[in-house]
Nanobody
């Protein structure tokens, strides 16, 4: 059974960094695409970035380039989201998803979603 598990969230001060993880022992290895998303309080879920696991091509939404970096470990069992220069407006529940064609950070069309990890940024 596929179970994407996010971790690495927490409470940080503005300007800090976090690295979120999305793990599954088998599916990430077999899937074509992993994406990261977030839902801020009172807002819809929005896409941040996706990675095509075959060649590690990345696709960022225009608004999220620069401070967010997606990566895969060598074994392709874990996807990471590095967030730098955190801002209070980055406070959100962060989700990963896996399995989508084409591999784009859109909020629909994914085979599996994780339960999310909370990021809270204080000023």
């Amino acid at each position: 059974q596929v179970q994407l598990v996010e971790s690495g969230g927490g409470s940080v001060q503005a300007g800090g960094s976090l690295r979120l993880s999305c793990s599954d022992s088998e599916y990430i290895y077999r899937t074509n695409c992993v994406g990261w998303f977030r839902r801020s309080p009172g807002k819809e879920r929005e896409g941040i970035v996706s990675i095509f696991t075959v060649d590690r091509t990345t696709y960022y939404t225009d608004s999220e380039k620069g401070r967010f970096t997606i990566s895969l470990d060598n074994a392709k069992t874990t996807a990471y989201l590095q967030i730098d220069s955190l801002k209070p407006e980055d406070t959100a529940m962060y989700y990963c998803a896996a399995g989508r064609t084409p591999c784009r950070p859109l909020t629909w069309g994914w085979n599996y979603w994780g339960q999310g990890t909370q990021v809270t940024v204080s000023s």
